[in-house]
């Protein structure tokens, strides 16, 4: 935190309330009914922080690992959590850039069949991601970033082509980028960047005849050193009580063939 006041000279609204944060929790951990949750960022709403054991296994994985991939059901934090690390390492001056993008294929539907210009097209695909940073970032902040273009949100097919220095990039819903997209992603990385790829592979929505690039990185990528794969499970789902169990009963149901 005091390395980015540093580097921009002044002090603004956010980075006071972040540190009335910090002089209130400890610099790494939060305590929380006598255990100790590794601290991933701080923010005007307070600290966002690594509750289940998957979390805490992913929190320590993206500080070890240039590439980080998240597999795991729905409500796990994955794509919360990289947004976060991501805001963190931007404060922290660790990056100078976040691109976060999906693939632009869901449920079935393309963007070449949906009305409207492009922003009107993707901006439905990309709603949590903007979610995510809402709860990070003071709506001035996010806007500022956004204009600024030091954070940026776009489909994956934009991606093409680009080399990313400096940067911490996220894939989203990685299950639904093809092989090639998946390895036209990763190779955008330049130097001192970083990448969390995340996915759940339970809800592939490719056509029948495309495989996933997701299933595709873990069984070409896993051996190699600096990339690392956390898988998450029922149980370490932090939305709604119920939904670790919805979950459970269609992977129960799926294992029946039913």
């Known amino acids: 935190m005091l390395v980015t006041i540093n580097k921009k000279g002044f002090v603004d609204t956010e980075d006071v309330k972040t540190l009335l944060n910090f002089s209130e929790v400890e610099n790494q951990t939060l305590q929380k009914n006598g255990e100790d949750l590794p601290v991933i960022l701080y923010t005007h709403k307070g600290a966002v922080v690594a509750k289940t054991n998957g979390q805490k296994k992913y929190f320590k994985a ?4 240039d ?13 919360y959590q990289a947004v976060a690390s991501a805001v963190s390492a931007l404060k922290d001056g660790l990056v100078s850039k976040i691109v976060i993008t999906r693939p632009a294929v869901e449920a079935g539907e393309r963007l070449g069949f949906l009305p409207g210009d492009l922003k009107e097209k993707v901006d439905p695909y990309l709603t949590p991601l903007y979610d995510a940073l809402g709860d990070m970032l003071t709506p001035e902040k996010r806007r500022t970033y956004i204009e600024q273009r030091i ?10 082509g680009r080399t990313l220095h400096n940067s911490f990039m996220i894939l989203d819903e990685a299950q639904n980028a093809t092989s090639t997209q998946m390895k036209m992603f990763l190779t955008r990385l330049g130097v001192t960047s970083r990448a969390i790829i995340t996915g759940d592979i339970t809800q592939i929505d490719l056509p029948k005849n495309e495989s996933s690039g997701l299933i595709d990185a873990h069984n070409k990528l896993k051996s190699i050193k600096g990339i690392t794969f956390v898988e998450f499970d029922s149980s370490d789902v932090v939305r709604h009580k119920l939904v670790r169990e919805i979950i459970e009963a269609y992977a129960n149901g799926e294992k029946k063939g039913k």
């Open 62 to 65: 993206v500080k070890e690992n």
């Open 67 to 79: 590439i980080v991939f998240a597999i795991g059901p729905a409500g796990t934090g994955k794509t």
């Open 151 to 160: 954070i940026e949100i776009a489909p994956l097919a934009y991606m093409r």
